[in-house]
């Protein structure tokens, strides 16, 4: 896994190794994140942008984006594997100044005590609905900002759910990414 542009391009990150198997530990591949990527920069969203990642597993998603212009990046992840890789990555990339680690389940984040972020990066283990509950939390929470791009990386194209609507949603093999954006609570 590498860095594909910006910032940090071609830097290498932190090898998976056995990964986390309790966290279903699945990093986005290259090919897809470049993809993926190509597509952020013309929505705008990336520029100057406030980043959530959660479900971080590596941080590559999170990474990536501040690499390409992003103020900074808040990674939630609850794995112990996760949590390593992390910081590994952010060292490697040596942008500890711009970059928090929540070590916490997505599902028990509570309340946001800080500005609302303009971009979210949402990659549960894929099938079991945990993409659903988190937006719910994040959206009660007051983690997302009123027009913020959220990333939803899943095994199935994912239905905006209520206060959300659909930008685009495309298929990258097994890999579905749903961009929607965020109107406000429904």
């Given at each position: 896994m590498r860095i594909i542009a910006g910032d940090f391009r071609g830097r290498?990150?932190?090898?998976?190794?056995?990964?986390?198997?309790?966290?279903?530990?699945?990093p986005t591949t290259d090919r897809v994140r470049e993809s993926l990527f190509n597509v952020l920069m013309h929505t705008g969203a990336?520029?100057?942008?406030?980043?959530?990642?959660?479900?971080?597993?590596t941080g590559a998603l999170g990474l990536e984006a501040l690499s390409r212009g992003a103020a900074g990046v808040t990674f939630?992840?609850?794995g112990r594997v996760s949590t390593g890789l992390i910081k590994k990555n952010i060292d490697l990339c040596r942008a500890a100044d711009r970059c928090q680690l929540?070590?916490?389940d997505?599902?028990?984040?509570?309340?946001?005590v800080d500005a609302p972020?303009?971009?979210i990066f949402l990659d549960p283990p894929y099938g079991k609905g945990l993409g659903e509950k988190a937006l719910d939390v994040a959206t009660k929470g007051g983690w997302i900002a009123q027009?913020?791009?959220?990333?939803?990386e899943e095994n199935a194209p994912m239905s905006p759910p209520p206060g959300f609507s659909l930008e685009s949603s495309r298929k990258y093999g097994e890999t579905h990414i749903t961009?929607?954006?965020f109107e406000g609570a429904a």
């Open positions: 290498a990150l932190a090898a998976v190794g056995k990964g986390d198997v309790g966290a279903h530990l699945r990336i520029p100057d942008a406030r980043v959530l990642d959660l479900f971080a597993g939630v992840d609850d929540m070590r916490r997505v599902l028990k984040v509570g309340a946001n972020y303009d971009l027009d913020a791009l959220i990333v939803w961009l929607m954006w």
